[in-house]
Nanobody, 126 residues
């Protein structure tokens, strides 16, 4: 059974940094993609970034480019989201998710993801 456990959330001032972790277990993930999504109060869950486990190819939503970096550690079966220069609008619950890598491109739609973590709260104060 696949399990995803997020950690690393917290409260930070605008301009600060946080590093989220998503520890995955339960299968091999070489044919899978890991994504980070976020959901702010009163808003729908939104795509943040994704990475293919096989070649670590990343993809970001425009609002986090040059501020966030997604990476993975094969030995630890963990995906990270390094978040720099955080803004109040980054405040949300952040979720990691896993889905099979597909040939048509990066998985930006949540419907392609089969497994989800429980989420971790990120709060950025102004």
């Amino acid at each position: 059974q696949v399990q995803l456990v997020e950690s690393g959330g917290g409260l930070v001032q605008a301009g600060g940094s946080l590093k989220l972790s998503c520890a995955a277990s339960g299968r091999t993930f070489s044919d899978y993609t890991v994504g980070w999504f976020r959901q702010a109060p009163g808003k729908e869950r939104a795509f943040v970034a994704t990475i293919r486990w096989s070649d670590a190819d990343p993809y970001y939503t425009d609002s986090v480019k040059n501020r966030f970096t997604i990476s993975r550690d094969n030995a630890k079966n963990t995906v990270y989201l390094q978040m720099n220069n955080l803004k109040p609008e980054d405040t949300a619950v952040y979720y990691c998710a896993v889905g099979r890598t597909l040939s048509f491109g990066p998985l930006v739609n949540s419907r392609w993801y089969e497994y989800w973590g429980q989420g971790t709260q990120v709060t950025v104060s102004s």
